[in-house]
């Protein structure tokens, strides 16, 4: 199995993850994104076929005072610099056989260097409200701030926990 940045062609993508939202930003939104600097879209491919996606953006977080003191050695300020994952969907036929979790763990391995480029100290999602036991297995929590935003609950990564 393999993790590529998306290409500069057009693919010819059958991938049906069950939700039409991401079937169509995967097929018609993925490339506007990746060409207007908004996000890198990422696929797993396996035996030449498309089984997973995700892509990701930069992202900043406001914590609410409860929330940040209970987060370890959080300097104080008024935004913190995240990642965030902007779609993460697996083909219905390779669900529940963790592809998520390793689409999950290629992020989380590039966002845990601190290099010259870029940092950030959380990685941050607007789940669907039918993934956050995903979420939460990889250890996300909810945002107070931001609660439930339209039909996505907003959650949160500390990559210093």
Not at 23 to 38: A, H, M, P, V
Not at 68 to 81: A, C, D, F, K, V
Not at 135 to 156: A, I
Request: charged share 25%; aromatic share 12%.
């Amino acid at each position: 199995m393999q993790c590529k940045r998306f290409p500069h062609y057009t693919l010819y993508i059958i991938l049906t993850c069950g939700d039409e939202d991401l079937n169509e930003f995967l097929k018609i939104d993925s490339l506007n994104y990746r060409n207007q600097l908004i996000a890198k879209t990422f696929l797993v491919i396996y035996k030449e076929q498309v089984v997973a996606f995700f892509s990701v953006m930069n992202d900043a977080i406001k914590l609410k005072q409860e929330e940040s003191s209970g987060t370890q050695n959080l300097i104080r300020l008024h935004e913190y610099p995240a990642l965030k994952v902007g779609r993460l969907g697996v083909d219905k036929h390779y669900q529940r056989r963790g592809l998520g979790t390793i689409c999950f763990n290629f992020i989380l391995g590039p966002a845990r260097k601190i290099n010259d480029a870029s940092t950030c100290r959380f990685i941050t999602v607007d789940s669907h409200p039918e993934s956050t036991a995903f979420y939460e297995r990889q250890g996300f929590v909810r945002n107070q701030r931001y609660g439930k935003k339209q039909n996505f609950v907003s959650m949160r990564l500390d990559l210093l926990n």
